[in-house]
C-alpha cells in the first residue's frame, strides 16, 4: 500500500529556489509513474511533473518546464521537485501522487509554497 507524504514547502523570495520531497512509507511507489500536481484555491489540481518508475522519463507542464526538475531515488522510496525561479504564481499547495491509467490516486496532504516577497 502506498502512503505518500510530502515535505519541503514553505515560504521563498520570488526568484527563489525550494526542494520537495515525497516519501512513500508503504514502500512499494518504486512499481509506480510518480506525479507532482498543485492546487490554489477555488481552482482545480493541475499536473506539475510526472516521473517514470525507473526515472528514465519525465513530464512537465508547460508553465514550469525548465524551471522545475522531477527526480526520484527507489532505494530511498523518495521523489523529489526541485524549483528554481519561483514567481508568484507557482504559489499553491503541492501534491504528490501515484499516475495510473485511472489518473491519480494515493494522494499525499500536501505541502504549501508560498512565494512572496
Known amino acids: 500500500q502506498v502512503q505518500l507524504v510530502e515535505s519541503g514547502g514553505g515560504l521563498v523570495q520570488p526568484g527563489g529556489s525550494l526542494r520537495l520531497s515525497c516519501v512513500d512509507f508503504?514502500?512499494?511507489?518504486?512499481?509506480?509513474?510518480m506525479a507532482w500536481l498543485r492546487q490554489v484555491p477555488g481552482k482545480a489540481r493541475e499536473f506539475v511533473a510526472r516521473i517514470s518508475s525507473a526515472g528514465g522519463i519525465t513530464a512537465y507542464a508547460n508553465s514550469v518546464k525548465g524551471r522545475f526538475t522531477i527526480s526520484r531515488d527507489n532505494a530511498k522510496n523518495t521523489m523529489y521537485l526541485q524549483m528554481n525561479s519561483l514567481n508568484p504564481e507557482d504559489t499553491a499547495v503541492y501534491y504528490c501522487?501515484?499516475?495510473?491509467?485511472?489518473?491519480?490516486?494515493?494522494w499525499g496532504p500536501g505541502t504549501q509554497v508560498t512565494v512572496s516577497s
Open positions: 508503504g514502500r512499494t511507489f518504486s512499481r509506480y509513474t
Open positions: 501522487a501515484v499516475e495510473l491509467p485511472r489518473g491519480y490516486d494515493y
